[in-house]
């Protein structure tokens, strides 16, 4: 009799970390505010700061300024999604999956922190953000 082994974790994965949503900042994008007022208004919303990055990093005539300034975005978003992810259950490893929508906005500071990173020459963070991103949801796999 053949007996099929996992390599998964004996103990079993943690249950996915799920964050709430963020109905004020969406309410305030969707009457029209810059993603610099409703930073301003809801500075631990990761998906506005991964909004900001974005731009920044895919501007038609980007500068080594803008890639910086995409990077300290995604950072900020990064470290404002930690502190939720851990405030919901989140002891620093285990699912964060992308189908889940409020999860994207720390899930997309992860990738353009890690592009970013790149851009900059800083190989080994952008190798963690990527590493994070599969540890988070493995289909993000890059």
């Known amino acids: 009799m053949s007996m099929s082994h996992s390599h998964g974790n004996l103990l079993g994965e943690p249950p996915a970390t799920l964050l709430p949503p963020t109905p004020e900042a969406d309410a305030e994008l969707a009457e029209g505010a810059t993603l610099a007022e409703v930073a301003a208004h809801h500075p631990t ?4 700061w991964a909004g900001l990055a974005e731009e920044s990093l895919h501007r038609t005539e980007r500068a080594l300024g803008d890639t910086v300034q995409a990077y300290a975005y995604a950072r900020t978003g990064y470290h404002r999604g930690l502190d ?3 405030r919901n259950g989140w002891k620093g490893y285990g699912p964060v999956p992308w189908s889940h929508e409020p999860n994207r906005g720390f899930l997309r500071c992860v990738t353009v922190l890690a592009a970013a990173a790149e851009a900059i020459g800083e190989t080994a963070e952008a190798e963690r953000c990527r590493q994070l991103l599969r540890d988070c949801d493995p289909a993000l796999g890059a």
Not at 45 to 48: E, F
Request: hydrophobic share 70%; proline share 0%.
């Open 84 to 86: 939720a992810l851990r």
């Open 45 to 48: 919303v990761s998906a506005v």
